[in-house]
């Protein structure tokens, strides 16, 4: 279960596909290339953004300040990258 990413100036991109007001949280498996991750909060003043970061957060176990969306952010398709980042978690790989 891999996704690919690439390497930024500042760390590393990957895709994300956000499943919005979903019962279950976390990380749910791979759609395309994209990692997919179901939260709770609606898709309503940046909450479900919010609660994505605190997902990859927690999952990856790094701080919340080094996750920025910087692409989708009124979309279910993001594009994430992780400050400081140098090695990919394991769920991702090099494309």
Do not use: Q, W, Y
């Not at 909060?41 to 605190?54: D, Q, Y």
């Not at 920025?68 to 978690?89: C, L, W």
């Amino acid at each position: 279960m891999d996704i690919p990413f690439k390497r930024s100036k500042k760390g590393i991109t990957f895709k994300v596909k956000v499943e919005p007001k979903s019962s279950k949280r976390g990380i749910s498996g791979i759609v395309g290339d994209a990692l997919k991750i179901r939260v709770n909060a609606p898709p309503v003043r940046g909450a479900a953004n919010e609660e994505l970061i605190e997902i990859l957060s927690e999952e990856f176990c790094i701080k919340k300040a080094a996750i920025k969306i910087i692409r989708g952010h009124f979309s279910r398709d993001k594009v994430v990258e992780i400050e400081g980042m140098e090695v990919a978690p394991s769920i991702l790989k090099t494309k």
